[in-house]
């Protein structure tokens, strides 16, 4: 009888334990066995840059490029670089291209296309959750409106 007592005992002290977050876990300097478990999400930073050009291979400004969260404007010489966060590894992200200035370098479609990294080679990770960096070069040719 003994025995269940403090087997019910030492389950609702685990319990008790559970819900404050001191479980199992190795907290407060006190676990013999190494260094608590490190939390968080592996990431690597993907960058595209290159140059956004008309048909006749006129370099146009102001044009906007999107890639998820970051948004950049083509500097005087067309070009632009953009980046995102994402999760390491093989991805494919949507590049939005966009005229917005209206007519005063021209008017131009816009363009939507994916961006590929296969079997991207990371580089400078910090050796922690942070694989590193990849970049790739994009060249955009746009067409005129009608």
Request: proline share 7%.
């Given at each position: 009888m003994k025995r269940k007592f403090l087997e019910?005992?030492?389950k609702f002290i685990a319990y008790l334990l559970s819900i404050i977050g001191i479980g199992g876990a190795c907290t407060f300097g006190g676990c013999e066995y190494g260094t608590a478990a490190e939390y968080g999400t592996p990431s690597a930073t993907y960058k595209v840059f290159g140059k956004v050009t008309s048909e006749n291979n006129t370099n146009i400004r102001s044009i906007r490029v999107i890639l998820q969260n970051d948004t950049a404007h083509t500097d005087e010489n067309g070009e632009y670089n953009v980046q995102t966060t994402d999760f390491?590894?093989?991805?494919?992200?949507?590049l939005e291209i966009e005229d917005i200035d209206g007519t005063s370098n021209g008017e131009f479609q816009s363009l939507d296309t994916i961006v590929s990294f296969t079997d991207p080679e990371?580089?400078?990770?910090?050796?922690?959750?942070?694989?590193?960096e990849t970049?790739?070069?994009m060249?955009?040719?746009?067409?005129e409106k009608n």
């Open positions: 019910k005992h030492n390491p590894g093989e991805q494919d992200f949507l990371f580089v400078n990770p910090d050796g922690n959750w942070y694989s590193g970049s790739k070069e060249d955009i040719k746009l067409k």
